[in-house]
Structures are given as C-alpha cells and as structure tokens.
C-alpha cells in the first residue's frame, strides 16, 4: 500500500505564504496518474484543492486558483503545495492523496491562517 506524509503546514497571518510538501512511500507516483492535495476545515467535509496530473496539468479550486501553485517530482516521490496571500479561510488540514483518493489518508498537516 501507499502511504503518505505531510508536512509544513503552520500557523501565519492572512496575505503570508506556507509550502507544503508530501512525500510517498509504499508505491512510486510514477503508478499514479493524478495525484491531488485536499482541506478539511473544521466542521466540514473534505474538498479537492487541486489535482495534478502526471504530465504536470493542474486543476484549481477556484477559491485557490491564482494563489495556489502545486507540483510533483515523480522521481524522489514528492509532491508540493505552494500557497500565497492565505487567507483565513484556508485554515484547514491539509492532505496528499492520489485522485481519486484511496486509503490509509496520512495524517495530514494544519495550516492555521489568523491575525
């Protein structure tokens, strides 16, 4: 099976960017043609933030798009999420998985954005 750690996640001020990363283990991306990083925020269900394709293709959240900017390194097995301009209500738990997603989720990295 494939598993997944996240991390980088942390606690900033609205407008101030964070970088996540996601690193595999268990199986190579090279198996996984889309791969995607997702929220939950409290109270919520889960949502797709974006997907990554293997050939590089990204597809946005709309409320991310333009201030989001995901990648993956097929050959260290890595994925990372660039964030700018966070805003409060991308205060979340954010996680790796491939899309569709299958189990075990990693356990996830917060991200908290707050004045």
């Known amino acids: 099976q494939v598993n997944f750690v996240e991390t980088g996640g942390g606690s900033v001020q609205p407008g101030r960017s964070l970088t996540l990363a996601c690193s595999a283990s268990g199986s190579s991306l090279i198996n996984f043609s889309a791969m995607a990083w997702y929220r939950q925020a409290p109270g919520k269900e889960r949502e797709l933030v974006v997907r990554?394709?293997?050939?590089?293709?990204?597809h946005y959240l709309d409320a991310v798009r333009g201030r989001f900017h995901a990648s993956r390194d097929d050959t260290r097995n890595i994925l990372h999420l660039h964030m700018e301009n966070l805003k409060p209500e991308d205060t979340a738990v954010y996680y790796c998985?491939?899309?569709?997603?299958?189990?075990?989720w990693g356990q996830g990295t917060q991200v908290t954005v707050s004045s």
């Open positions: 998985n491939s899309d569709p997603p299958r189990t075990p």
């Open positions: 990554v394709l293997d050939w590089g293709k990204t």
